[in-house]
């Protein structure tokens, strides 16, 4: 397949690369070559490489800084997801995109299906959320997957800056233990993108690895994995003051996954311990 993956310098984007470069024909669409932001640059892009499929993991993704500049959350996040999902119906191409549990404001007592009403908390939850739907709207043949509390080869991530810190002699370390999350590794996404190129469903999944912890435990796992002696201690949101609010309950059910067949994400330990194996130095 032609395949055109935004975003692709990126975290998410880079392991799809990897997962899809030898079976596909791939074209990345990242800044600064591409902005999905001009309109122009969208179809041009689409036009020239005329995809079979778009993988849309471009985004603006620093949570509080999204809370200082809401504008270029917006930009980016909806009026760019709307260029592309315009480009793709357009020019015929199926599109899948990314999400986040921060669509939700993470007060329910269990974890959240598809069928949940979002109400995000922060500006980058809402912008992904006006995002998504930009794409309901414009490219009817579409998959949103909604991931959370993500990590891959390279980074940024919470892994990256906690095993960062824990390398470094200091005082113990202190590490959220009220939010509650399904840790999700790159490969486990584009796994499933995998599977989903094959199958023709439409619309909204939830794709977070399976299994819960909060950041202490999944930050505990972690450092305990690679067999660093560093002291860990839990703290409460409370005594650690961020910009954008955090969900207390990220935690995704994913419902329409196991209504549509597919098999059970990857449980978030085993994927943990895998990526460690594989990537020691992250
Ligand atoms: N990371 C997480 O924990 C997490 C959790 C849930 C959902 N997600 C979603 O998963 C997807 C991938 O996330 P990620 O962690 O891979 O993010 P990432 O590492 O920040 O990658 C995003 C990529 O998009 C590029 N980009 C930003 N603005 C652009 C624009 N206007 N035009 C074209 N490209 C642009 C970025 O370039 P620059 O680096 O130059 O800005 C970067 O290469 C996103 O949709 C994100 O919302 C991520």
Known sequence: MRILITGGNGMLGRELVR???????????????????QVSDCFAKIRDFRPEVILHAAAATDVDGCESEPDRAFRVNAVGSANVAHAAERLGARLIAFSTDYVFDGTAPRPYHEWDTPAPRTVYGASKLAGE???RIHCPNHVILR?????????????????????????????????????????????????????????????????????????????????????????????????????ANSRLEKRRLRLHGFPPMPDWRDELACFLRHYPDL
Not at 19 to 37: F, G, K, Q
Not at 155 to 168: M, N, V, W
Not at 188 to 193: D, G, P, R
């Open 19 to 37: 997962a899809l470069a030898v079976s596909h024909t791939l074209r990345i669409a990242d800044l600064p070559e591409t902005d999905i932001t």
């Open 133 to 135: 739907e930009a794409i």
């Open 147 to 247: 991931i959370a509390w993500l990590y891959g080869p390279g980074g940024p991530s919470f892994l990256h800056t906690i095993l960062g810190k824990a390398r470094h002699p200091g005082p113990p370390l202190r590490v959220v233990n009220d939010q509650w999350g399904n840790p999700t590794s790159t490969r486990a996404v584009a796994e499933l993108v995998v599977r989903l190129l094959d199958q023709p469903v439409a619309g909204l999944f939830h794709a977070s690895c399976e299994g819960e912890a909060t950041w202490f435990e999944f930050a505990r796992t972690a450092i305990a994995f690679v067999g660093i002696q560093r002291e860990i201690l839990p703290c409460t949101t409370a005594e650690f003051h961020r910009p954008a609010p955090r969900p």
